[in-house]
């Protein structure tokens, strides 16, 4: 059985998921296993857990990307380990990867050290611009939306209005209205 796993990491890429559906389909998966959620907190991914499970001996999982599927090469060869455990392979469709076959599996571990080495030069690049940024002033970090609110949450609350009804009038948390009100 061809069995697909599509993901994303958050609720706004629904076009992005909906690309990755019609591939599996396209692809013949019969049964897709779909979520939306980071890949960072890998024991969040219910939906992945639940496709491993599913899988059979001679079943193919197959993702359109790799990035899809593994944070790195350490956890792909984890998820690997487990999919041939199963008698399984995995399949990358972007990558043309087919593991049930030995070239398949030499050009996933090729690949998937490239893919790692990518992320960590991006990530190196995005902290010298953090910094760059910084050092110029230009970058301060996301503004505490709930201290803008300070005086309003005070005002509010001496007219009368309980906390609840301040949380939700201004558009903060409860505990922030009692953290402001002490």
Do not use: W
Not at 59 to 67: A, E, G, R
Not at 129 to 154: F, H
């Amino acid at each position: 059985m061809l069995v697909g796993y599509a993901r994303t990491s958050t609720l706004d890429q629904t076009a992005g998921l909906a690309a990755q559906e019609r591939d599996l389909h396209q692809a013949g998966c019969e049964k897709l296993f779909v979520e939306q959620v980071s890949s960072v907190d890998v024991t969040a991914r219910q939906k992945l857990n639940e496709a491993l499970e599913f899988i059979r001996e001679g079943d193919t999982l197959i993702v359109t990307k790799l990035d899809r599927l593994a944070r790195s090469v350490a956890h792909l060869h984890e998820l690997l380990s487990m999919i041939q455990a199963k008698g399984a392979a995995l399949k990358i469709l972007d990558m043309g990867i087919d593991t049930s076959t030995p070239t398949g599996k030499l050009m996933l571990n090729i690949m998937g050290g490239v893919a790692e080495f990518e992320r960590s030069i991006m990530l190196e690049r995005q902290r010298e611009g953090i910094a760059k940024a910084k050092a110029e002033g230009k970058y301060k970090g996301r503004a505490p939306t709930a201290m803008r609110q300070a005086d309003k949450v005070r005002q509010l609350h001496s007219e009368g209005m309980k906390p609840n009804t301040i949380a939700e009038t201004v558009g903060i948390s409860r505990a922030s209205v009692y953290r402001f009100l002490e």
